[in-house]
């Protein structure tokens, strides 16, 4: 039986030259008192382009969000909000500012009785801000451990998409959210069949990423390739809207090895979230081609579909390398010593996306970790 689980999601915005307009809606939404969650680093972006928009309807700003969304970081923003009296958030950012939003929000409600509503003004395009999924990293134990939660009413009420928002997002961290979207698109098929609207939208969202991502120029900044035309607006809004289609029905999904592989990697050992499926994508698509079976069919050509798996892995591996960007875990520094406490936390922690590599899953995962290193 098909199944598709809608969030408390109410609107996206979108389009070049939005942003003033799709503010303004906010307060429609529960989004009044504010306070504005933003990484220290888009602090000026916000001051440029969001701020100015709000006039004094936001409460103040919280800057001191690092990466990974640790528990420290959590409970300083959760205890600035409660300072403020925040009715609201604003999250400006990627996947690591939206995570504290959400985080902030569930903990609001189990300390106050009260969810703190959501607006995302995304600065990636991985896709964070259409789930109701967030990780906290937690920093009291013998290693950092990235938690996952999945919390309905943390789902951002509004999302606005403007590609003034990406202008002066850093090459990598852009295109690798890039590529942390269709991860999503891909391992979202684990749980749903090929007539599932998953299936459907996403595999136009992949396609929507990667006809841009196949002629993005190499080397150049953002600033660059735009200020030479070689890149546009138009461009970074068909990103924005490979992001959401790829992740157009999370809660229908169940992330799959990639992304838990992602969550060690990045919660534990500290590699960057968005490069991570830049390194573990295509080689997880490969290792698990018998679990998806025929259902990536829909995203690749009519001509590829005898080797579904082979030709969207070679065509996402090929991406990777064309855009300059990491495919090895070894880029990062991460000693080869620890790819057995890797694997020992994917086996403990996430035995059922494991399992997906099939008979002698263990073994199989060491000779992946092996290869992606």
């Known amino acids: 039986m098909g199944h598709f689980i809608s969030l408390p999601q109410e609107t996206i915005l979108w389009g070049e030259n939005s942003l003033p307009a799709s503010l303004s809606r906010f307060p429609e939404f529960g989004i009044t008192r504010p306070v504005v969650f933003v990484a220290d680093v888009l602090e000026a972006l916000a001051q440029e382009y969001v701020l100015p928009l709000l006039a004094e309807t936001h409460l103040g700003l919280v800057t001191d969000l690092p990466a990974h969304a640790p528990d420290t970081g959590i409970r300083a923003a959760l205890e600035e909000c409660k300072r403020l009296n925040?009715?609201?958030?604003?999250?400006v950012g990627g996947g690591s500012v939206l995570d504290a939003a959400k985080a902030v929000s569930y903990l609001h409600h189990q300390e106050a009785g009260r969810y703190l509503p959501i607006a995302a003004l995304p600065t990636t395009v991985s896709g964070s801000e259409y789930s109701h999924y967030f990780g906290?990293?937690?920093t009291d134990g013998p290693q950092l451990f990235k938690r996952s939660y999945a919390v309905r009413e943390t789902t951002p009420k509004v999302v606005a998409l403007d590609p003034v928002l990406l202008r002066?997002?850093?090459r990598g961290l852009l295109l690798s959210s890039a590529i942390k979207g269709i991860d999503h698109a891909v391992e979202g098929m684990r749980k749903v069949a090929a007539d599932h609207p998953h299936a459907i939208i996403a595999a136009d969202g992949v396609?929507?990423?990667?006809s841009v991502?196949?002629?993005?120029p190499a080397e150049l900044s953002t600033q660059e390739a735009l200020a030479q035309g070689l890149i546009t607006d138009a461009d970074l809004v068909q990103l924005q809207l490979g992001g959401w289609y790829c992740y157009f029905t999370?809660?229908?999904m169940i992330y799959g090895l990639s992304?838990?592989?992602?969550h060690i990697l990045g919660g534990t050992f500290e590699l960057p979230h968005s490069m991570t499926s830049c390194i573990t994508l295509a080689p997880v698509i490969r290792a698990c081609a018998e679990m998806y079976g025929e259902k990536l069919n829909g995203f690749v050509a009519a001509g590829e579909r005898g080797d579904a798996a082979q030709a969207l892995a070679d065509r996402i591996e090929q991406a990777v390398h064309s855009l300059g960007l990491p495919s090895k875990i070894s880029a990062f520094g991460l000693s080869r010593d620890k790819l057995p406490e890797v694997s020992r936390l994917l086996q403990e922690s996430y035995s059922n996306e494991v399992a997906d590599?099939?008979?002698d899953a263990a073994s199989k995962l060491d000779k992946l970790l092996e290869a992606i290193w």
């Open 86 to 91: 925040a009715g609201s958030i604003i999250a």
């Open 136 to 138: 906290i990293t937690e």
């Open 168 to 170: 002066t997002a850093p």
């Open 207 to 210: 396609n929507r990423f990667l």
């Open 213 to 216: 991502l196949e002629r993005w």
């Open 250 to 252: 999370p809660a229908s």
């Open 259 to 262: 992304h838990r592989i992602g």
């Open 357 to 359: 590599l099939g008979g």
